[in-house]
C-alpha cells in the first residue's frame, strides 16, 4: 500500500490547541499555511508554551472561519468572550495576562509562522498505525491523545507503525520526498520535550510516560531503520523542510507519499 496523508492539523496559536483541515496551503515560509501563525510571549519576549507553564494546556481555543476571532475555555468551563485575534487587540493580551498572572503579548507572522526548528521549519509527519501503536504502552490512552501529545502537523495512513522512520536518511543528509506534488526534505527525527508526558487537556504529569516510551520505542524500532541518527529513543514524528519554491501549492487529506524507498 502506498502511505498517504489522513489528518493535516494546524496549530493556529503556538502551543496551544490545533484544528483539522481538510487541505492546507503552503505558506511563503515553507509552512502550513496559519500553522503556529501567532505566539504569545511573556514580559521579557520569551514563548509562553507548555515547556515552562502547565496552565497552556486547560486554555482550550476555539477560532471563527479565517481565524478572525477566537474564543477561550479554560478548565471545562464554559467559553469566554470573544476576541479579534489581532495582535494589536488590547482586550485579547488583557484576558491572557489576567489568566497567566503575567503580562503577555501576542505576535504573528504570517509567512513561516513560530516554528520550534528554525532549520527543520516544515510541518512534522506521523503515522496512524505509530499513534495505535504507542496507545496501547498505556493504559487508558486513544490514538487520539496520542495526536494531542505529540502535535504532528500531517499523519499518514496506509503504513506500519513508525515507517516514518524511512522519511530521514542514516547519513543525515535531507533526505527528498513528495506527497502529493509538493517537494518535501525529511530532516530529522523530532526530539521530544517534556509537553508529551503531560495530559494534553489537564496539564496533569504522568511520571512514567518518558520511561515507558523510550522502552517501547526501543522495542519497536523498525527493523530497516539505522538507528544512529538515535542516541536515545525520546524521539518521534519527522522534521522536515518545504523548498520556498513550493509556496502556493495545496496539500490535501488522500495525497500520496511518492518516495522509492518507502
Known sequence: MTPEVSRITIYPVKSLDGIDMPRAVISSGGALENDRRFAMRDESGKYINGKKNPRVHKLKPRFSEGLKEVRFSVDGMGEGPEFELNVNNTSLTKWLSEYFSMKVSLVENS??????????????????????????????????????????NIVLNNCIPFREDNLFSESGIEKQFQIGNILFYGV?????????????????????????????????????????????????????????????????AGDKVLLNSY
Open 188 to 252: 530529522n527525527p523530532c526530539n521530544r520535550c517534556i509537553v508529551p508526558t503531560r495530559n494534553p487537556d489537564t496539564g496533569e504529569s504522568a511520571s512514567e510516560f518518558q520511561r515507558i516510551f523510550i522502552e517501547k520505542r526501543k522495542e519497536h524500532f523498525p527493523p530497516e531503520i539505522d538507528a544512529g541518527r538515535f542516541d536515545h529513543y525520546y524521539k518521534f514524528t519527522v522534521n522536515t523542510r518545504i523548498p520556498f519554491s513550493e509556496a502556493g501549492k495545496v496539500i490535501a
Open 111 to 152: 509567512g513561516s509562522g513560530f516554528p520550534d526548528d528554525t532549520d527543520a521549519y516544515g510541518p512534522t509527519i506521523a503515522s496512524s498505525a505509530s499513534y495505535e501503536m504507542i496507545a496501547g504502552w498505556f493504559e487508558n490512552m486513544t490514538a487520539a491523545e496520542v495526536h494531542k501529545r505529540f502535535r504532528a
